[in-house]
């Protein structure tokens, strides 16, 4: 899909001002999404590229424009699946007191397992797998290496 939208009230991120409210945002941009599912297994991919200007003609900070994203997984039997999921993020920038920084592209990976049989689910995930370093904004890392492990009973 091809889009573009024009969003009132577009929140961006000012150094020393923290989340500032801009009077509008222009978002250009596609997206594309492509998904085999099979008996036992699905394999889906998507591809968004991103432009967002903002109503004083500057780019939107902290948005990647190119982003790209792959996941497998497979259903053992009626109890057991695995998964796998890659994500990409590219190029993203931040201004801080008049000085443009990059931040640069980062990738992730994470596996996911669960378990579900009547009326309990067990679902396992560890996320950013390769335990790598990143940030979201200049100074500003994210979680490293996270199991989470979730049990859900339906009554």
């Known amino acids: 899909s091809v889009f573009y939208n024009e969003v009132r009230n577009f929140i961006d991120f000012e150094s020393g001002a923290g989340y500032v409210n801009d009077s509008f945002g222009i978002y250009r941009g596609a997206e594309f999404f492509g998904e ?11 591809l968004t590229l991103l432009n967002i200007s903002l109503s004083s003609g500057e780019e939107a900070q902290r948005r990647p424009d190119f982003s790209y994203a792959l996941g497998l997984s497979n259903k053992f039997n009626d109890y057991h699946s695995f998964g796998i999921d890659w994500n990409w993020s590219g190029r993203r920038f931040e201004r801080i007191g008049g000085e443009t920084f ?15 049989k009547g009326r309990t689910e067990v679902l396992a995930s560890v996320q ?8 979201i904004g200049r100074g500003y890392s994210v979680l490293r290496r996270a199991l989470e492990v979730t049990v859900i009973y339906k009554f």
């Open 36 to 46: 085999y599912n099979g008996e036992k297994y699905r394999l889906d991919s998507s």
């Open 102 to 116: 990059r931040l640069s592209p980062y990738d992730v990976l994470d596996i996911n397992y669960s378990f579900m």
């Open 128 to 135: 950013n797998i390769l335990d790598r370093e990143y940030e």
